[in-house]
């Protein structure tokens, strides 16, 4: 039960999933004589995060790139095939510009996910789940009194940021951050996709069955101990590696002893969190390309790849969408 929706959490902070991808086609250089070979023609990718490039029938293009929202030193520099893309682009596009949120938007965004009808949390969570997050923030130094009127959702987030920087990951390492430096020292347009308030809004609107149910499969997953630094290891390494099928695999893995009941509330968090995100996500997108301008789109990597992600969905679209960085080889 933690593996799933605590994969979901650490990629994008908030957000992360999303399967395999059919309909994505392979990019693959022109060739103005035929090559003198009977071999096979192998399109080889370096190891190197994925990156897709979606063209229009005018030759217009959105460079879609799968963001991990916390990283570590060896990310970068990232390869020439992305920063090269960056660099022919116009524009950053994110979720959420994130340097641009002051304190004071910041706090009237988490003012949102406190309980507005005088409850507190453990009016809404069982007496065990409520001690173990309790006793976690405590051992970290972060437990307030006053984090006993906030949702679940939010204990649940600060607990998954205290693990994750515990297995050595670092939300100041994460590739939208860079992008978002990158592009200031260029000069670049940021475009916002999303808005926090739109974020924390979707957050607050979880039933209290989901966030209780995030919760303590966040609590499961930290409880693991040195499995948990593993897990945050391997991830990181899947998306660097950029092995699509085995990053897929990983995400959409599922514990086989997940109640009835637990899968009821896994699908209703992927709809919130994933499906209905990304079709957003996509009409930005098709919008873009529409306007004729190039925009290099970073988002949370579950957005982009697999079934249903950003590029998929402009695949089904119509548009050309190929894997980016890719090498015409002959085996």
């Known amino acids: 039960m933690a593996r799933k929706v605590t994969a979901v959490l650490t990629v994008l902070v908030l957000c992360f999933c999303l399967f ?30 994925i990156l897709y490039k979606a063209t229009d029938a005018d030759g217009d293009i959105v460079w879609l790139f799968g963001s991990i929202h916390v990283g570590k030193p060896d990310f970068y520099p990232l390869p020439d095939y992305v920063t090269q893309a960056f660099g022919e682009s116009e524009a950053l596009a994110v979720e959420v510009n994130i340097n641009e949120v002051d304190t004071a938007a910041s706090l009237m965004t988490t003012a949102k996910l406190i ?3 005088f409850t507190k949390i453990d009016d809404h969570i069982d007496a065990e789940t409520y001690s173990k997050a309790v006793q976690y923030l405590t051992d970290a130094g972060l437990y307030s009194s006053m984090l006993d009127f906030c949702k679940p959702v939010l204990w649940s987030s600060m607990i998954e940021l205290i693990a994750a920087e515990k297995a050595g990951a670092d939300t100041t390492l994460g590739i939208d951050m860079h992008l978002l430096t990158e592009a200031d020292k260029a000069g670049k347009e940021i475009l916002e996709i999303e808005t926090a308030e739109s974020q924390t809004d979707m957050l607050a609107s979880f039933s209290d069955e989901l966030q209780e149910y ?9 409880e693991q101990g040195d499995e948990t630094a593993e897990g945050f290891d391997e991830l990181m390494n899947l998306w660097q590696s950029g092995d699509e099928e085995s990053f897929e695999a ?14 009821r509330l896994n699908d209703e968090y992927n709809k919130e969190m994933l499906t209905d995100r990304n079709i957003l996500m996509a ?11 190039t925009v290099f789109i970073c988002v949370g990597a579950a957005h982009v790849i697999g079934e249903g992600g950003i ?17 015409l080889t002959y085996l």
Do not use: H, W
């Open 214 to 222: 995030m919760l303590k499969s966040t609590l499961a997953l930290v």
């Open 20 to 49: 395999g991808c059919n309909s994505v086609k392979t990019a693959e250089p022109e060739q103005t004589t035929e090559p003198e070979t009977t071999k096979a023609p192998v399109m080889v990718y370096p190891e190197g995060p």
């Open 311 to 327: 590029a998929d969905l402009l695949s089904e679209r119509g548009y050309t969408v190929e894997r980016a960085g890719g090498v």
């Open 283 to 293: 009409d930005f997108a098709e919008g873009i390309l529409e306007e004729g301008r």
């Open 250 to 263: 990983y995400l959409a893995g599922e514990d086989a002893a997940m109640t009835e009941e637990e899968k």
């Open 115 to 117: 309980y507005k009808d």
